[in-house]
């Protein structure tokens, strides 16, 4: 049977403040986090990805208060982020009320991301894999694509992308695959990069950054992704999770209605 292929609304804040950007830059507020929590909660979309921003560049761990606050009564799945580096933390944010954690720059200890993968499972750690992909060469495949850390702007690894994501699968449940170059600019996901990955692991991956409507929803399905995440769509535009899911499934896409 084939697994439904899920959509994800994909938070971005910096304590309790809703923000956007583009490329992980020029953040503006848009709103109050539990607020839009609750607002998708109600609309029972598939699961939440929700990322502190603001924490690892503030060198501090994840807000278990605000963390509880966003779990509370929420009967979806939801994925939870920034901060958490080691398996201590993992524990904490669990216990708030997370189902699954989100690690990005902790990703660079292998020895503490098996510990987590151990203790937890490898279904309950998420890998944020982000790329940045500007001035990338025609030649793709030959292309060292840069895993980016957006807090310190400069390249997290030296491992290309794709080695780096088979890395993950090892201790990770699933990638979330962000588009650096992408995110907030409402271009269309990568859908290079997408195939690029997916390929290369036998793990979820969760397409992130660009998206601008439906059809773009389609096209990363189709070019491999597990699922798909968005953000700016659903907070200025008229899509919706709900509008999103009867597109797909009119495109012969298996979701969850």
Request: hydrophobic share 45%; with cysteine.
């Amino acid at each position: 049977m084939m697994l439904a292929k899920r959509i994800i609304p994909s938070l971005l804040h910096h304590g309790t403040v809703l923000i956007k950007g583009q490329r992980f830059d020029g953040w503006r507020s848009v709103g109050h986090v539990q607020q839009a929590a609750r607002i998708h909660a109600a609309r029972g979309v598939d699961e939440l990805l929700i990322l502190d921003i603001g924490a690892s560049k503030e060198c501090r761990g994840p807000n278990i208060n605000l963390i509880r606050q966003l779990t509370d009564n929420n009967f979806i799945p939801v994925t939870v982020g920034g901060g958490i580096t080691c398996v201590e933390e993992v524990k904490a944010v669990l216990n708030a009320g997370a189902d699954k954690v989100a690690i990005g720059t902790g990703l660079r200890d292998l020895d503490e991301m098996r510990l987590i993968s151990e203790r937890y499972g490898k279904q309950a750690l998420v890998a944020l894999v982000d790329v940045n992909a500007r001035g990338r060469p025609v030649d793709w495949p030959d292309f060292e694509a840069v895993v980016w850390d957006f807090t310190m702007k400069q390249p997290a690894t030296k491992m290309g992308v794709v080695k780096f994501a088979v890395q993950c699968a090892t201790f990770a449940g699933e990638i979330v695959l962000t588009a650096v170059d992408r995110e907030g600019t409402m271009l269309g996901y990568d859908l290079d990069l997408i195939r690029l990955v997916t390929e290369a692991v036998d793990i979820p991956v969760i397409a992130h950054g660009g998206c601008s409507g439906y059809e773009d929803m389609l096209n990363a399905i189709k070019a491999g992704a597990s699922a798909v995440a968005a953000g700016a769509l659903f907070e200025f535009t008229d899509c919706t999770p709900r509008g999103a899911a009867l597109y797909l499934a009119e495109h012969g896409i298996e979701v969850r209605l």
